[in-house]
Structures are given as C-alpha cells and as structure tokens.
C-alpha cells in the first residue's frame, strides 16, 4: 500500500497567504513602470505633432492683444486664446479651447506636484506664475526686449491630453545679439497626459514643451531627470580620470544626456515646475561650439536666464534629461 500524500488546508492557506504579500509588494512597482512607459510614448508623440504643427506657421508672435496701463496692469489680453483659435487650430486638431480663468473647463488640474515629488503647487494661470524671472529675469537694462505677462489659455486634443498655453506676442528670433532666454519664448505648453486625473506630477502624467524663436522656431520637450549631478564638473577634460558631463548622465543612468541648449532653455523656463530651486552655478547643455578641451560649449544661468558660450574646462552643474 502507498501513502497518498497532499497539502493541508492550512498550509495551502499560508501559501496564498505568502501569494498575496508578494503580490501586494511586486505590483505596483509593475505598474508603476507600465505606466511610465506608456506616458513616455505618449509625450514623444505630443511632442512630434506639436512640432509639425509649429513647423507650418510662418510666424509665432504678434497674435492677440496685450496691453498694459502706466502701472503695468493688463488692460487687455486676447493672446494666448488667440494663438490657439487663430493660430494652432488651423495646423492642428483640437477638441475644446478653454480662455483665461476657465482653464479647469479643458482638464488642466488645480494642483500639481513637482518633478523630485517634494512640492505641490497651484497650476500657474499667467507667465509670471509659470517663473517670475520670464517677466523680471534681472537682465540688463531690458536687452533683450520685453515679455508680456499674459494670462494662460488652454485646449484639449483628439487624444485626450489637456494643455495650457502660456503664450508671448513679443518673442523674438534667434540672434547672436543678445543671449537671454527670457524673451526667445514664443510658446510654452504644460500638458497633462490624462486630464485632471491623477497623479498629476511633472515627469510623469505633467511636462512641457516650449517653443522658441518667432522665425525658424525649435520645439523643445525634454524629459528631465528628477536630480542634478551630485558635483560641479567641466564639460570636457582630458584627463581620462576626471569625470566630464556626458559621463555624469551615463554615471546616474544610461538612458540620460546632456540637454541641448534649447532644451536647456525650456529648463529654466520650466524651472518652478521641476523645482530646481536657486542654484548659482551655470548648468552645461550638450552644444558644442569648438571641440576639445580649450574649446566653448553653451551653458546657461538659471539665476538669470542668461545663456554664455563658456570653456569646456570650467565646471559647471548638470541636470541631465531622458534620451
């Protein structure tokens, strides 16, 4: 005679028991990584349609109206529902457009959380709430020409994202004139990928994409990684030993590079959104001027937004962003 042998009751019971943990650990996680591939094929889609679309305008600035009185309040400001009706929608399909003060009619959430998780802001409404220094950056003497504060609009797409519009009637074109940031801003877009829904946070379901240059304009939408590089350091050395700021991307995770100098530019734009605090140092773009050591590379203060082609010996901080 053979034993039959088997589980008992209860130790079948432990085993779903374990089952579950498991499962209440791994989980999330999973979906969590799910999620986050999902919403990064989602931004580089916006991101190329936007850029066809902006691609087909003969101009960025000069839609709507934005006035000021002597004390520089806004007598009126048609502009950014009027970039979007009478600009946009004619290169791109939109569902809804939502003006001023009405932004929550097109999805965009009242709150949302920063890039390194650490703050919860309200959603801006005007370019100043977006960064105060697009409107008083501290630049000399208003070289670079003027940036209407104007209030935000917003509109929906065909796939479901909602989309704010902050939008600059005055920007300018790309010269060697002058290097502020401030007013090379036509169009900034901060999007939500699912509309009001959660979880509402910069890097995940939230980002941007800016538009700069009235003629000839460049579509920016980096990604950027939630922290800078834990040290200042050169943007090229010839010390094989010392650590440059290509290899400090690829040290923090392979899938990260140095921004370009537009995308390092809608950084600072963006800066409040990922929470960058007030560094003093320059950070690094990858935009070579002259090649090795003694050579220049774009670099840009987010104090100021004051962009200098400087030495690639210097060092400077890194903020790096998604390939």
Known sequence: MKRKTGFTLAEILIILAIIGIVAAITLPSLLVNVNEKAWDAQKKALHARLAQAIGQMNTLGGYGTYTEDAEGTATADTAAESFILDALSKVYKINNVCGPDKLSSCGIPSKITTLNGEAEITFPTKISELNEKLV??????????????????????????????????????????????????????????????????????????????????IVAAPIPYSTDYTTTVPHYSENSETVDASAACKLMAEDLRLPDRDELASLFINAPLINLGESTSYYWSGSVISSGNSGLAWSSLFTRGHRNRNARSLTYSVRCVRK
């Open 136 to 217: 008083n950056g501290g630049h000399a003497n208003g070289e670079d020409g003027d940036v209407a504060d104007t209030k935000a609009a917003a509109f929906e797409t065909v796939n479901g994202e909602s989309i704010a519009v902050f939008y600059n009637p005055l920007c300018s074109s790309d010269t060697s004139a002058n290097h502020y940031v401030q007013n090379k801003m036509c169009v900034n877009f901060v999007y939500d990928l699912n509309g009001a829904e959660g979880p509402n946070q910069v890097g995940k379901d939230v980002g941007f994409i800016t538009a700069l240059y009235n003629k000839n304009p």
